[in-house]
């Protein structure tokens, strides 16, 4: 992986962490380290890596919930097991590339960038938590089924 493409996916991944729970998400400030002339963040990205959408994965406790489209979201409920998938962010609807990479490298933002969510795929749930268990001779060791299920969902 480039390393430039790891310092974007993991800026991305801040991004996302940092706005999970808040209603208006928006890109957040700019990092001295990337205002400073001699950085070329991103600059030297191959074409298919310049878009505007990110594709993340996740790991979420999070309830699932459906849209009134039916798409797959995650509210504030939690659930009793854990979630994994991936999700596409776009990093500003109707924003270029360009536009992107520019508002990275300013403390002067133009215009405000909005986060949103395009697709989010779960591809696995892992069994509820805490596992199930029963007392064997007694010794209290997980349910035998629950532990089929953990090791055949990975």
């Given at each position: 992986m480039?390393?430039?493409?790891r ?8 991004l996302i ?30 074409k ?17 919930e459906?849209?009134?489209n ?9 659930s009793?097991s ?26 002067s ?15 696995l ?17 997980e349910?035998?089924?629950?532990v ?7």
């Open positions: 480039y390393p430039v493409l310092k974007f996916s993991l800026l991305a991944a801040a962490m940092i706005t999970a729970c808040a209603e208006t998400r928006t890109l957040m400030p700019t990092p001295n380290l990337y205002v400073e002339e001699k950085s070329k963040l991103f600059g030297e990205l191959p298919e890596f310049t878009s505007t959408h990110v594709e993340m994965i996740y790991v979420t406790d999070r309830a699932p459906k849209d009134k039916g798409n797959l979201h995650y509210g504030y409920k939690r009793n854990v979630a994994i998938g991936t999700t596409v962010i776009d990093l500003g609807q109707n924003t270029s590339w360009g536009d992107l990479l520019k508002a990275s490298r300013t403390h933002r133009f215009g405000k960038f909005a986060l949103r969510t395009v697709s989010t795929e779960e591809f749930r892992l069994p509820d938590t805490p596992t199930a268990y029963e007392v064997i001779d007694g010794k209290v060791v349910d035998a089924e629950t089929k299920k953990i090791f055949s969902a990975t």
